[in-house]
């Protein structure tokens, strides 16, 4: 068969049987091992400032709710800046672009060292430096998040994303112990201080980085072309959008125990720092056991069962804490409520990231750290204001009872119906783009014909349907099918794109998927010679 355009692509279901891979096999791979350091020290860093603004805010007020806006400054610029950092981290220079935010946080984290060391800081002004430090990370999280599956084979990538979870709560047990110890000895001013040369290290640590950074011949993406190709793929992919519901509805429900910690850890008896600093990691040691028993949980139950069962262990473990009279009973709670939010947030981190093709991995995974940190922003001022206008314990029961609710709701109505896609480049030469020049400004419209035996009409419109979240999810700005009513066995696809570069954009786009998608969408096709495809630009 002669080769063809993107007009004849897309998706072929296969579920591959995954080998065993144990919990720590990606350390074996030098420049995984030297990055994930480098993620490990940046947590730490992390942990340690919000652990230090937290308990600074308890210092300058006792207002639940600007204890828990802490929380929600923290997380509400990944929110908001989710999307244009997760598209300028498909654009630009990933190894370069990790390096610039690492410096960032280093320069906040500065900045708070000179407000504490003169006496400046208020209220108000820590949650804006606290919302700074959350630029750095907005802008951080998509570049890691896609630099990863780089790094090693897709069949390690789940153990790799369980090892990163290692690397997040191992943090969140060193982050606020030494938090903790630089707070008792020294004052919080210290804690900044060491954040700021941690955060140096781990940016001339990436440094060492040699990445080789390929540019791609069509030029860079323009940022709002790319921003929204970014949440047009997203929009298009069952698999992500039952993803982004699943982990937007626990942690706006599991943000409750986390917002409010700082003040049950002082209501507990003889609670104060300490308390809050074992508390946080209790919670990071019982996140680090379960990720080394997740291979062994996801070979016995499915994504669904794991977020499910996450879930009601979370919200069991925040019911005990609304109640828990001292540190015996709470330090167990947090354990259990640890190990449910790695298991939650892996199992469905790991289907994000088998559903992006690498071309708009930082984009997608921007959108689902977006959900994350927009739904723990809003819980955080959510439970905080009904803790402010009533009382902690009903806090916390309401987001137990509604979060258990709303994910019963969610697994039953938001069906994941998508499959483990082959989501890898499609191989070198499998189509030839348009030898022809750019024929000038204007959107492009595609049609493609086929010839259909009428007898198999209904069969070609479900493949149809699946190619046209293909087609949406490469780019192309419209979509529409037309029947020829004098014609019965002639169908037109009509594709249009944005411009001629955006159009060619689509070629370097496709995947092993779509090229199976494609196969099964010819077979309808009669005749010996492939459908027509005809060009056409919008003449302004």
Known sequence: MPPISIEETSVQPLRPTPPRIGALTPLKLP?????????????????????????????????????????????????????????????????RWLVATQFWLAGVAILLCVAVALGWMSAPLLLALTFANGIGLALRWPVFSAIVPELV????????????????????????LVAGALIASAGSLWVFVLNAVMSVASG????????????????????????????????????????????AIFFLHSTALLALLPLLA???????????????????????????FLPRLRQGYERDQLVLIGTLVQSAATAVMAFAPNVWVAVPAMMFGGAAWITVA??????????LPDWVRARGMSTYQMAIMGATAFGAAV???????????????????????????????????????????????????PAHPAPGEGRVVITVEYIIDPARAAAFLIVMHQTRRTRLSEG??????????????????QIVDES??????????????????????????RGEDPPVVTRYVVQR
Request: overall charge positive; hydrophobic content about 50%.
């Open 31 to 95: 420049v995984f091992r030297m990055l994930w350091s480098t993620w490990l020290i940046a947590n730490i860093c992390m942990w340690m400032n919000d652990v230090a603004a937290a308990w600074m805010m308890t210092t300058l007020t006792s207002t639940p709710i600007w204890v828990a806006l802490v929380q929600s400054a923290s997380t509400l610029p990944v929110f908001l800046l989710g999307l244009p950092s997760g598209a300028l981290a498909d654009i630009l220079d990933r190894r």
């Open 153 to 176: 084979p897709r069949t390690h990538l789940p153990a790799a994303l369980g090892l990163n979870g290692i690397a997040m709560n191992a943090s969140r047990i060193i982050g606020p």
């Open 204 to 247: 001339f640590i990436v440094l060492r980085w040699r990445r080789e950074h390929t540019p791609n011949p069509l030029g860079r993406e323009k940022l709002i072309s790319a921003m929204r190709v970014g949440v047009q793929f997203v929009w298009q992919s069952q698999r992500m959008r039952a993803v982004l519901t699943r982990v």
């Open 266 to 292: 002082r209501g507990l008896k003889g609670g104060d720092a300490g308390t809050f600093t074992l508390l946080l990691a209790a919670m990071g040691a019982g996140a680090i056991i379960a990720v080394l």
């Open 346 to 355: 892996n199992s469905l981190s790991v289907s994000a990231q088998l559903a």
């Open 383 to 433: 439970w905080g204001q009904i803790a402010t206008v009533s009382t902690l314990q009903v806090s916390l029961c309401i987001a137990t009872v509604s979060g258990t609710l709303a994910m019963l709701t969610a697994l039953r109505l938001v069906r994941d119906h998508g499959t483990d896609d082959d989501v890898s480049p499609a191989q070198p030469g499998w189509s030839k783009a």
């Open 476 to 493: 192309a700005i419209d979509w529409v099918l037309l029947h020829d009513i004098s014609q019965p066995e002639r169908y037109v696809e």
């Open 500 to 525: 001629w570069t955006e159009h060619l954009r689509r070629f370097n786009r496709a995947t092993a998927a779509d090229l199976a998608l494609r196969e099964r969408r010819l077979a309808f096709h």
